[in-house]
T-cell receptor
């Protein structure tokens, strides 16, 4: 089955620790995204990547880092610099990011991160 | 900044009735719109999309209407079922030319279907 997987589903972190959230897709999509979702708010873009070895900051990149060493994988690290990391994190992918072609983003099941 | 908003944060309907979820967008340069459904604890699921050169598009039990004059988007669900209970998001693509085309998401409307 094709799709996007995120792991773990639930993650607990102590203050001051870095933690990495996994996102894998087997859809052969070029573009991948990380969003943060908080209650009562829309999805906010953290980072996005158009192609392997390239990524750009989204609207709320501070305290986060990413890598895109493989087309299928786009892990997100929540660093200790992120002051309010407790949230639901969603990874998404789309065929392309750039150009006139429109294409929807497919989302993974999400990871709920709680800082203790 | 410009953002997508929703008129009604919560909508309660009876099973079998039709539902209408509304969304206002503020960016006239947006050229593509999507509706997503998100069930509790899960990721958003694509429902239907529409390009800005259209004013209506139909899917299975769902219809999206786009009114560019007033920058309004709506999702109509026919014969609403208990399984339709979820949060519904609209999103717009702001075409900025060049290399970046990102989605801007609304805050969501909770649809509660009463049996």
């Amino acid at each position: 089955d094709g799709g996007i997987t995120q792991s773990p589903k639930y993650l607990f972190r102590k203050e001051g620790q870095n933690v990495t959230l996994s996102c894998e897709q087997n859809l052969n999509h070029d573009a991948m995204y990380w969003y943060r979702q908080d209650p009562g708010q829309g999805l906010r873009l953290i980072y996005y990547s158009q192609i392997v070895n390239d990524f750009q900051k989204g609207d709320i990149a501070e305290g986060y880092s990413v890598s895109r060493e493989k087309k299928e994988s786009f892990p997100l690290t929540v660093t200790s610099a992120q002051k309010n990391p407790t949230a639901f994190y969603l990874c998404a992918s789309s065929i392309h990011l750039s150009g006139l072609a429109v294409n929807e983003q497919f989302f993974g099941p999400g990871t709920r991160l709680t800082v203790l | 900044g410009e953002s997508v908003g929703l008129h009604l944060p919560t909508l309660s309907v009876q099973e079998g009735d039709n539902s209408i979820i509304n969304c206002a967008y503020s960016n006239s340069a947006s050229d593509y719109f999507i509706w997503y459904k998100q069930e509790s604890g899960k990721g958003p699921q694509f429902i239907i999309d529409i390009r800005s050169n259209m004013d209506k598009r139909q899917g299975q039990r769902v219809t999206v209407l786009l009114n560019k004059t007033v920058k309004h988007l709506s999702l109509q669900i026919a014969a609403t079922q208990p399984g339709d209970s979820a949060v519904y998001f609209c999103a717009e693509r702001l075409f900025q030319g060049g290399a970046t085309n990102k989605l801007i998401f609304g805050t969501g409307t909770l649809l509660a279907v009463q049996p």
